[in-house]
C-alpha cells in the first residue's frame, strides 16, 4: 500500500509514518477490522457475507451479487430480487407433545421418491410402506401434508413425527421452487440443500418412473453420495467448416453428455450407477 501525506513531518521521515499517517491506519483497523490490509482481506470478507446464502468466492456468486466497498467495509448488493439466505428457509422446531408418544412398534418406513418422466426429472415424493425385516416392502402409498396430520401418523406408525413433518414441508418447498427455477435457479437449489439437510439418514431414496405402479419392483434404490459434486465440463470437435464445443457432466470417473444413457440429469442431482450426487454450484445448475 502507498501513503502520501503533505505535512510538514512527512517530508522530514520519508521513511516512516507520519502522525497523520498513523491515524489513517488506526482509523482503517477500527473500521474494518484487523488485517484489512493484508492482501486475502477482500476475499475472506466476501465469503463471510456469502455464507449465509450457502456460497463462496468459488461459486459463481456474480450471478447474484455485486460487491461494493463502503465505510463499513466489503457490501454484497443483491442482483437477484428477493434472495433469502438458508436459516430463513429453516421452519421452527415442533415441539413435541407428550399425548402423542408412544411405545407402539413402528410398522411403516418412510423414503424419499424422485419421479421422472423419461429422462425428464419432475418432482419429489415422500413414500411410505409396511417394513419388512427393517426394509420398506408392501403397500406403497405417496404421504401427503394429511396423512402427516391425521391420527394415526401421531400414534407412531411412521416412528419420530417431527423430522418428517419438517421434511414434508421443504420438499413441497423445493417443488413450488422447481417450477420456475429457470428464473431463479438459487432459490431452488437452496431448497433442494435444504431437502438433503433435513432427511434422515435411515430414509432410502428411490427413483420412480411415471406412469408406473407404486411398488418395490417399479422403485430403483439408489443412495446419496455427497463426496463428490459434478462440475461441468466441454469437449471441443472440430468438424470441417466449424469448431463445434460438446459440454458434458464430470463424474468420478468419467464424464458424459447430456443425453447419455448412462445418467439421470437434473439441475440439482446427477443419478449414476445407483448413486445420487448432489450439485452444488449454482452455475453448473443454471446451465443444464
Given at each position: 500500500?502507498?501513503?502520501?501525506?503533505?505535512?510538514?513531518?512527512a517530508?522530514?521521515?520519508k521513511?516512516?509514518?507520519?502522525?497523520p499517517?498513523?491515524?489513517?491506519?488506526?482509523?482503517l483497523?477500527?473500521?474494518?477490522?484487523?488485517?484489512c490490509?493484508?492482501?486475502?482481506y477482500?476475499?475472506?470478507q466476501?465469503?463471510?457475507?456469502?455464507?449465509?446464502?450457502g456460497?463462496?468466492?468459488?461459486?459463481?456468486?456474480?450471478t447474484?451479487?455485486?460487491?461494493?466497498?463502503?465505510?463499513?467495509?466489503v457490501?454484497?448488493?443483491?442482483?437477484?430480487?428477493?434472495l433469502?439466505?438458508?436459516?430463513?428457509?429453516?421452519l421452527?422446531?415442533?415441539s413435541?407433545?407428550?399425548s402423542?408418544?408412544?411405545?407402539a412398534?413402528?410398522t411403516?418406513g418412510?423414503?424419499?421418491?424422485?419421479?421422472?418422466?423419461?429422462?425428464a426429472?419432475s418432482?419429489?415424493?415422500l413414500?411410505?410402506a409396511?417394513?419388512?425385516?427393517?426394509?420398506?416392502a408392501?403397500?406403497?402409498?405417496?404421504?401427503?401434508?394429511?396423512d402427516?396430520?391425521?391420527?394415526?401418523?401421531?400414534?407412531?406408525?411412521?416412528?419420530?413425527?417431527?423430522?418428517?413433518?419438517?421434511?414434508?414441508?421443504f420438499?413441497?418447498?423445493?417443488?413450488?421452487?422447481?417450477?420456475?427455477?429457470?428464473?431463479n435457479?438459487?432459490?431452488?437449489l437452496?431448497?433442494?440443500?435444504e431437502?438433503?439437510?433435513?432427511?434422515?439418514?435411515?430414509?432410502?431414496?428411490?427413483?420412480h418412473?411415471?406412469?408406473?405402479?407404486l411398488?418395490?419392483?417399479?422403485?430403483?434404490?439408489?443412495?446419496?453420495n455427497?463426496?463428490?459434486?459434478?462440475?461441468?465440463?466441454?469437449q471441443?470437435?472440430?468438424?470441417e467448416?466449424?469448431?463445434?464445443?460438446?459440454?458434458?457432466i464430470?463424474?468420478?470417473?468419467?464424464s458424459y453428455?447430456?443425453?447419455s444413457?448412462?445418467?439421470?440429469l437434473?439441475?440439482?442431482?446427477?443419478?449414476?450407477?445407483?448413486?445420487l450426487?448432489?450439485?452444488?454450484?449454482p452455475?453448473?445448475?443454471?446451465?443444464?
Amino acid at each position: 500500500m502507498v501513503m502520501q501525506c503533505n505535512c510538514d513531518r512527512a517530508a522530514r521521515h520519508k521513511a516512516h509514518y507520519c502522525q497523520p499517517q498513523w491515524e489513517a491506519l488506526q482509523f482503517l483497523n477500527n473500521q474494518l477490522g484487523e488485517g484489512c490490509l493484508k492482501p486475502d482481506y477482500f476475499d475472506n470478507q466476501i465469503n463471510q457475507l456469502l455464507a449465509p446464502y450457502g456460497l463462496s468466492t468459488a461459486d459463481d456468486y456474480m450471478t447474484y451479487f455485486g460487491v461494493a466497498f463502503g465505510k463499513n467495509g466489503v457490501e454484497l448488493i443483491k442482483k437477484v430480487e428477493g434472495l433469502q439466505e438458508i436459516s430463513n428457509f429453516r421452519l421452527p422446531e415442533i415441539s413435541k407433545t407428550p399425548s402423542f408418544q408412544t411405545t407402539a412398534p413402528q410398522t411403516h418406513g418412510v423414503g424419499l421418491m424422485l419421479e421422472f418422466n423419461g429422462k425428464a426429472f419432475s418432482y419429489l415424493k415422500l413414500v411410505s410402506a409396511k417394513l419388512k425385516n427393517g426394509e420398506l416392502a408392501t403397500y406403497f402409498r405417496t404421504l401427503t401434508s394429511y396423512d402427516l396430520a391425521s391420527e394415526e401418523a401421531f400414534l407412531g406408525i411412521y416412528g419420530e413425527i417431527n423430522p418428517l413433518l419438517l421434511l414434508e414441508k421443504f420438499v413441497n418447498h423445493f417443488n413450488h421452487e422447481y417450477a420456475g427455477y429457470r428464473k431463479n435457479t438459487a432459490h431452488a437449489l437452496l431448497a433442494w440443500r435444504e431437502v438433503l439437510a433435513n432427511m434422515p439418514a435411515q430414509y432410502p431414496i428411490y427413483v420412480h418412473e411415471s406412469g408406473d405402479n407404486l411398488s418395490l419392483n417399479h422403485l430403483q434404490r439408489i443412495e446419496l453420495n455427497r463426496d463428490f459434486t459434478p462440475e461441468l465440463s466441454f469437449q471441443l470437435f472440430e468438424d470441417e467448416q466449424f469448431f463445434r464445443l460438446e459440454p458434458r457432466i464430470r463424474l468420478p470417473e468419467n464424464s458424459y453428455t447430456f443425453g447419455s444413457k448412462n445418467i439421470l440429469l437434473s439441475p440439482f442431482f446427477v443419478i449414476h450407477n445407483n448413486h445420487l450426487y448432489p450439485i452444488n454450484n449454482p452455475a453448473v445448475a443454471k446451465d443444464i
